[in-house]
């Protein structure tokens, strides 16, 4: 059974830095894009950045520059680390896992973790 278990959300101020990661068992995804995906109160869940099994990335607009995404396929797993949050990057954050696709895409893919809160006080 594909599990993806996400940690390291919490309670920040705004300007601060959090780092979630993402840990899968069940399958090896080191040939498989994996991204983080979030979800405001009210509102869609939306893109956020997406890493491909060969180290490449992209991010949406509203995190460039704050938000980077990496990697550590021996870990079996996928990092986000956010800096310099404001309140509008509240929400939960879901990882997710392609179970075929390799390249880089911001299409959801087959593997959901449960989510972290993140919340950022200004």
């Known amino acids: 059974q594909v599990q993806l278990t996400e940690s390291g959300g919490g309670l920040v101020q705004a300007g601060g830095s959090l780092r979630l990661s993402c840990a899968a068992s069940?399958?090896?995804?080191?040939?498989?894009?994996m991204g983080w995906f979030r979800q405001a109160p009210g509102k869609e869940r939306e893109f956020v950045a997406a890493i491909s099994w060969t180290g490449g990335t992209t991010t949406a607009d509203s995190v460039k520059g704050r938000f980077t995404i990496s990697r550590d396929n021996a870990k079996n797993s996928v990092y986000l680390q956010m800096n310099s949050l404001s309140p509008e990057d509240t929400a939960v954050y879901y990882c997710n896992a392609h179970r075929t696709i390799l390249i880089l895409t911001r299409t959801p893919g087959d593997y959901w973790g449960q989510g972290t809160q993140v919340t950022v006080s200004s």
């Open positions: 069940g399958r090896t995804f080191s040939r498989n894009t």
